[in-house]
């Protein structure tokens, strides 16, 4: 079980990292491509115009194959173990390689132009921020970074300029080191987004459901009534005969453990579409949507009756319990759910009057559960 947990946490990180990456998807293609379009201009003329225009090709290519990642259902729902799309990690690949290729150009090129320089330098930069999308806090910087700064370097040394390329390489090394340390704080920003996604999610249950049943508490079921047509219902209100016993015999922790058990069982009988709520202590309500035949309820009355007979073995021991249960059903479009309720209630008190472990119909002489 701890096994499965453990994978089920790893799913929910990796889902988490997708849906951040995602809200920042078209920073990479988009900024590749004005990126792309920005250095077409700067250098148009001082480079071969060939060999331009295949490099901004492959730009391109590159922005558009990280648009295409998010896309295209295949490419991405086909994702790496961090989440990503496999897709998106190539693409940042090919914008790495594709902008640190931009000094191998033209061998002749000349490099001394502080312009020229200046505007390279920042389009290394964008094309790390912008591949990324996420300001180095993720793998994908490093996709971006290492092949544009390791051929870049490369040429540069080529070219003699040797203080330079120490530079870059320098800097390639304190910025995958840096990525090491940021990577752990990103997981850990992760898993903290997992963490308070799980809580809210826990209190929005918690604020409709039984903590210990898992069945619905008063404020669900009142949910529960806002959206169903409450003129056609049926509402059965069980409560378990000498419940204490239990609690005395073989403590609270197995009353707790009859309690869902019982609750269990009241769910296996009804209809998706009907609801089963704890009242508190051992009172619960089922209500049904659409209502029942007052014959067809009597009956689903008796099959409660008869489930709830059935021992439940605890840790502590087997539990034996019966159950009383009142049922009433909607008469006429004037009865409103209050009512409807507080007549399941004075049916179930008649039950438990006439001595217990019985069906009684609102309004209708008592019926022996085990009938």
Known sequence: MEHVDRNEREQELRDETFRIFAVSQWVGP?????LTVVTLYVF??????ARLIAWGVCAFTGALFQALSFLVPALRDRRDSSGLPAAASAAHLVTGLVFGSLLWLDPVMVLDQRLQ???LMVAFALAAGTGSGLSGLHDMSRRVLVPLFTMSSIALIVRGQWFIATALLAFLAITVVDAQRTGALWRQLV????DESRRAVRQRWLAEHDELTGVLNRAGLASWLERHDR???????????HFKEVNDRLGHQAGDAVL???ASRLGALVRDADAVARLGGD???VVLSPALAEDHAAALGRSMIAEVRESVVTEAGV????????????RSDDQDVDSLIAAADRALLEAKRLGRNRVKLAGDAPLDGSG
């Open 319 to 330: 539990a034996h319990v019966s159950a009383s249960l009142g049922i009433s059903t909607s």
């Open 260 to 262: 869902v058990e019982v």
């Open 283 to 285: 009172e619960f309500l």
């Open 231 to 241: 003129r056609r219902l049926t509402a059965m209100y069980v409560d378990l005969d």
């Open 30 to 34: 988009v900024g590749v491509a004005a």
């Open 191 to 194: 898993a903290l987004r997992v």
């Open 44 to 49: 148009w003329g001082e480079i071969d115009d």
């Open 117 to 119: 320089y200046g505007v």
